[in-house]
């Protein structure tokens, strides 16, 4: 079964940008959806966005638009999210996963191990 | 924006208990709603999709239910591995999930 290994741990500063990647261990992992997913210490899932299969098309969370940016380099299978203006709040864990084909819901059933993203000063 | 709503954010149980988590929406969504279980220091895993579809591998006492607003994922007879946190997420408009739902020993 596919694999999605994301990158390791990163320590910025604030108002730093970190670049996170997920990279898929078949090349059928091009031609699926992924989204992002956050997670702060001790708190729940947040949606950040999700990228098509060509990497043309986008879609943000309100709350990121702007800060955030998804993208994908089909030749290494790998899918990258990009976040700028880093502020302590953006301390958390970061998940890829890969949207599901065979029905119109969306869910992850693929995700990666997560990346420990942490602003510090 | 659809507002996602999960309810209890914990609850105690036993192994062999029947558990039920619900979620609710603040508009109708169809059946656009997954749930998905996480453990301590692992990713979240998808049980759910589409409200009552078991995704390949999940064990059978796990179901979900409802339509348009409300929503029910229950759990027939808890196991110890069963133990970790529950979210729902609808996937109608956007993609939020719910707050989570601890179930604790």
């Known amino acids: 079964q596919v694999q999605l290994v994301q990158s390791g741990a990163e320590v910025k500063k604030p108002g730093a940008s970190v670049k996170v990647s997920c990279k898929a261990s078949?090349?059928?992992?091009?031609?699926?959806?992924v989204h992002w997913v956050r997670q702060a210490p001790g708190q729940g899932l947040e949606w950040m966005g999700i990228?098509?299969?060509?990497?043309?098309?986008?879609n943000y969370a309100h709350k990121f638009q702007g800060r955030v940016t998804l993208t994908r380099d089909l030749s290494t299978t790998t899918v990258y999210m990009e976040l700028s203006n880093l502020r302590f709040d953006d301390t958390a864990v970061y998940y890829c996963?890969?949207?599901?084909?065979?029905?119109?819901?969306?869910?992850?059933?693929?995700w990666g191990q997560g990346t420990m993203v942490t602003v510090s000063s | 924006d659809i507002q996602v709503t999960q309810s209890p954010s914990s609850l105690s149980a036993s192994v062999g208990d029947r558990v039920t988590i619900t979620c609710r929406t603040s508009?109708?969504?169809?059946?656009?709603l997954n749930w998905y279980q996480q453990t301590p220091g692992k990713a979240p895993k998808l049980l759910i999709y589409?409200?009552?579809n078991l995704q390949s591998g999940v064990p059978s006492r796990f179901s979900g239910s409802g339509s348009e607003t409300d929503f029910t994922l229950t759990i027939s007879s808890l196991q110890p591995e069963d133990f970790a946190t529950y979210y729902c997420?609808?996937?109608?408009?956007?993609?939020?999930f719910g707050q989570g739902t601890k179930v604790e020993i």
């Open positions: 996963g890969r949207r599901m084909r065979g029905a119109p819901y969306d869910a992850l059933d693929i």
């Open positions: 078949e090349n059928t992992f091009n031609t699926y959806y």
């Open positions: 990228i098509n299969p060509s990497g043309e098309t986008t």
């Open positions: 508009q109708s969504i169809s059946d656009y």
């Open positions: 589409g409200a009552s």
């Open positions: 997420q609808q996937t109608y408009d956007s993609y939020p």
